[in-house]
């Protein structure tokens, strides 16, 4: 299975030899006599006569050969019991088939427990053979369904329709035959043998009722997770309400909790990072964690599994371990919401307080602002930037930012720089936001050097399109850190040997509390921000 998030509101089916008992005998029988090579479909054999009279000649030849036939043609009884599981489901329901419409109808009057009544589309081969030669036939139906194509599971066996799914940005499921025994030599979400496993595919994609994540879900998705981490003395399950954690061997113990509530893709990896970022700009070594999840009604437990997925994937990366939550589906939230709580460790001598900041320390910047805020609008508002000129090619670009927004790695190499005097991540409200903070919480005046501040020409742009200012949009994936003077060029070097950028963009100043902005010799004004910029675009 591919690793993202379903929500199923159509199923459109192959109706095959798959899903009819001794067929492949008459399909065979069918193309011997109309003429057709055993390696083409009927319908890839039709489009492929050049004139019209030959076409209609062989189709009223088939018509009367699948009458003859139509005994042979029984559907399997796991096909009935998917068709009657999708309309109790009140799941729309679309078939597609290379067969005849008479064909169709007989093999559903032969099993009086499903109706075709209840079918909402039916593509036989006469609708197929309407649709133009380079129409993706699945988008047609979705069309006809009522349902945005990435809410459509296509079911079948066949390859090209697997593929034309894929394209069409459908959720696919491939059934594995016999003629293939490597079902993994073609991509889907889904491969599988037993038609039966149709009906658990659905139910993940499925909405889930109001209220706690049901316990055999929360035991699925716990399940894929490693716990061996010595210091947790209770792990997380079901029916376990609280974590325990053995802190006796470490002498300072650092708390953090921060939601995520901006973003929506790849929220479990903004929730890890988010909380890890604060935890390592104390020194402290980022270990334990646990979340509170709220998701709007209507969500699937695919899209809940996903996310999951990105904690266990991230903890892992992190060496954190998720020792504690809750997980539910509420009304209250219209997109879905993670509250985190991150705990670390560091020994006191190692603290770092940003009360330690000394007139004279220098302040860096790692990589450049508004890095968080540069991935979220890539990934929530894509339409809306290529609607206002931002080329496909440049929002993936943006999207890709999200892999840079943990300061872990930099977070250590300045803890252990002697010098380091503070550290602090930007975050919400940008760095505008965030120097205004350091200077409170450090109690000294910072002098900025506005010329010195690195703005990623992808993010530029993107704020130039949406007349937003990058000083004041979320920036986690920068760190701003102080150093003394004499210990600056040990810090540069550890940071840039790790392939981060950094460069020196102020100077402490005075005790007080305020940011002092100058561009060359001249003063000019430190923006501020009731809330952060991309608050605009919601």
């Known amino acids: 299975m591919k690793n993202r998030p379903i929500h199923i509101k159509a ?20 193309k011997t006599d109309i003429g057709c090579p055993s390696a083409s479909t009927l319908i890839e054999f039709i489009q492929s006569l050049a004139q019209l009279p030959d076409r209609n000649r062989i189709q009223s030849i088939l018509e009367a050969l699948e009458k003859k036939l139509a005994a042979d043609f029984k559907v399997a009884p796991a096909f009935a019991e998917t068709i009657q599981y999708l309309t109790s489901k009140k799941i729309r329901l679309g078939i597609i088939s290379h067969f005849g419409i008479s064909l ?10 499903i109706d075709i009544a209840n079918v909402d589309v039916i593509f036989s081969r006469d609708e197929i053979l309407q649709q133009k030669p380079d129409a993706n036939l699945i988008l047609c139906a979705a069309n006809k369904l009522k349902v945005a194509v990435e809410n459509v599971l296509v ?16 959720i696919t499921l491939r059934l594995a035959t016999r003629d293939k025994p490597d079902p993994m030599a073609l991509s889907a979400d889904f491969i599988i043998e037993n038609i039966q496993e149709i009906k658990d595919i659905v139910r993940l994609g ?41 802190v006796e061997s470490n002498e300072v113990l650092v708390l953090k909790s921060d939601p995520i509530t901006f973003a929506t893709d790849s929220i479990g990896q903004y929730a890890v990072l988010v909380n890890a970022n604060d935890i390592a700009t104390s020194g402290a070594i980022p270990q334990w964690f646990l979340t509170t999840l709220f998701f709007p009604s209507g969500t699937t437990a695919s899209q809940i599994r996903f996310v999951f997925d990105e904690l266990k994937s991230f903890c892992r990366r992190w060496s954190i371990t998720l020792c504690g939550g809750h997980t539910e589906i509420t009304d209250a939230v219209t997109r879905p919401i993670i509250a985190g709580m991150m705990a670390g460790t560091v020994s006191k001598q190692a603290l770092i307080d940003k009360r330690n900041m000394a007139k004279g320390d220098r302040v860096f910047l790692t990589k450049g602002v508004a890095v968080e805020g540069t991935a979220i609008i890539a990934r929530e508002f894509a339409e809306r930037l290529k609607k206002i000129g931002l080329a496909q090619k440049e929002i993936d670009q943006c999207r890709r930012f999200l892999d840079k927004i943990s300061v872990i ?5 300045a803890a252990a720089t002697k010098g380091t005097s503070a550290m602090h991540d930007v975050t919400e409200g940008g760095l505008a936001t965030a120097l205004e903070e350091l200077s409170f919480a450090g109690n000294h005046k910072i002098k900025v050097f506005a010329d010195k501040i690195h703005v990623f020409p992808e993010t ?28 600056c060029d040990q810090l540069v070097e550890g940071i840039r040997a790790a392939g981060i950028e950094i460069v020196c963009i102020g100077e402490v100043m005075d005790s007080g509390q305020g940011v002092i902005a100058l561009k060359g010799k001249t003063q000019v004004p430190w923006p501020t921000f009731q809330v952060d910029e991309i608050t605009k675009l919601f």
């Open 206 to 246: 499925s909405p889930l009722p109001a209220g706690k994540l049901p316990n055999r879900l929360l035991r699925d998705f716990l399940n894929q997770f490693i716990f061996d981490d010595p210091t947790v003395l209770i792990n997380p399950g079901v029916g376990e309400d609280i974590a325990a954690v053995d």
């Open 460 to 487: 530029q742009k993107i704020c130039d399109l949406f007349n937003i200012d990058p000083l004041g949009l979320i920036g986690s994936g920068s760190l701003l850190i102080c150093c003394r003077k004499r210990d």
């Open 155 to 170: 079911i079948s066996a066949n390859d090209t329709e697997i593929m034309a799914a894929q394209s069409a940005g459908a």
């Open 409 to 413: 790695t930099e977070a250590k190499i």
């Open 104 to 113: 169709i109808r007989q093999v559903f009057n032969d099993y009086p427990s």
């Open 11 to 30: 199923v459109l089916l192959r109706l095959e030899g798959t899903f009819i008992e001794q067929s492949q005998r008459a399909v065979e029988q069918l």
